[in-house]
């Protein structure tokens, strides 16, 4: 069974970093796209970074490139978001989550398996 936990978020101010964990169970997430997602209040879910293989191919949406890194452990079977100099507009619920082929590495709808999520909020 495939599960996905994410911890990490919280509170920072603005200029501040923050490092999400993604845990992965039930299969090996370095041979999936794993991605990660975020959505805020009243807008739509959209991806921010992806990382595939077990040499750990990346993409970056241009929003967060430069300030933004996914990396893997392949023996602990977890994904990290490395977030440094944060914004307010990174405020969000971020997700991870799995698929073995999408359609698009940031595209969301082509994800079948998600986290519960973990808030990140930025102050200014």
């Known amino acids: 069974q495939v599960q996905l936990v994410e911890s990490g978020g919280g509170s920072v101010q603005a200029g501040g970093s923050l490092r999400l964990s993604c845990a992965a169970s039930g299969f090996t997430a370095s041979t999936n796209y794993m991605g990660w997602f975020r959505q805020a209040p009243g807008k739509e879910r959209e991806g921010v970074a992806a990382?595939?293989?077990?040499?750990?191919?990346?993409v970056y949406a241009d929003s967060v490139k430069g300030h933004f890194t996914t990396s893997q452990d392949n023996p602990k079977n977890i994904v990290y978001l490395q977030m440094n100099s944060l914004k307010p507009e990174d405020s969000a619920m971020y997700y991870c989550?799995?698929?073995?082929?999408?359609?698009?590495?940031?595209?969301?709808?082509?994800?079948?398996?998600w986290g519960q999520g973990t808030q990140v909020t930025v102050s200014s």
């Open positions: 989550a799995t698929a073995r082929r999408p359609g698009e590495a940031l595209g969301p709808r082509y994800y079948n398996d």
């Open positions: 990382i595939y293989g077990r040499r750990g191919w990346t």
